[in-house]
């Protein structure tokens, strides 16, 4: 297996996207540490593992606090004897929009997505080097991150601000060995079972049914167990040339997303005034510019279904 013998830790590993990839983990090899902040949900991620023939162990504790960083690879060193691998998935959502959103809505999801990434890579990038232990970093990112979503200015800039770090962290990291990576999930979850443009493919997940090729093939949508195949990749040796990448995967479609770069380059000499941008911005860039958020194409008509009442 091409994990065998590897050490993992997927923080929010006890249900949905986070137990897929500590599954799939397993399944090619590596043993694997969960967590989760509920015991019952961690314990039956464990079983879970375990019943396929795997390896695993739970920490249960929230993701944010350095106390919970240095306890996931502390349980990784003295359960298994090492670390190779640390798949940062855990999160929250606390959506509203930005004037209803309120600073307890933002600093939780900060906290849990972009402080929890930060201060477990810390921990276990640190054993990494000071181990000699060419690693493998992985941070799950989202659209939002990458366009921008209706609702989610907590969410969106925390998952901007893990690919930001993925790119820093490739760079300092790249001398011993270990990469850093962002996976881009498009997958069934909490989030999209609400959204009624997916009910037909979420309908059809929740039945253990094979989800409409639109879904699958047009939007790459699909479910938990087709992203973990890409967390398992880029966990293994033969990913060790691969690193400051954001790839997203979903259903049948895998993107590797672009770094930003600019669109339009225009000088003025002597610079940039009010009068020049006046004067020149239409022409220049106005026709440039860039969208926001991201648009789907009309759901056919056997797909459809009934809003929801209230």
Known sequence: MSLDGKVAIVTGSGRGLGLAYAQELARQGASVVVNDVDAETAADAVAAIEKEGGTAVAVVAPVGPTETAKALVRAALDTFGRLDILVTNAGVLRDTVLWKMSDEDFDTVINVHLRGTFTCVREAATHMREAGVPGRIICIGSPTGQRGNFGQTNYGAAKAGIVGMVR??????????????????????????????????????????????????????????????????????AAGSVTGQAIGVGGDRMQLWSHP????????????????????????IGGQLQSVGESFPPLPEDLQRPAPTA
């Open 168 to 237: 820093t962290w490739a760079l300092e990291l790249k001398k011993a060995g270990i990469t850093a990576n962002a996976v881009i999930p498009v997958a069934a979850t909490a989030m999209t079972a609400t959204v009624p443009y997916f009910a037909a493919a979420v309908e059809a997940d929740a039945k253990g049914e094979a989800m409409p090729a639109f879904f699958r093939h047009d939007l790459g949508f699909g479910t938990s167990d087709d992203v973990a195949g890409l967390v398992a990749y880029l966990a293994s040796d």
């Open 261 to 284: 770069e600019p669109v339009v380059t225009a000088y003025h000499d002597g610079g940039w005034s009010f009068e020049a941008l006046e004067a020149e911005f239409p022409s220049l």
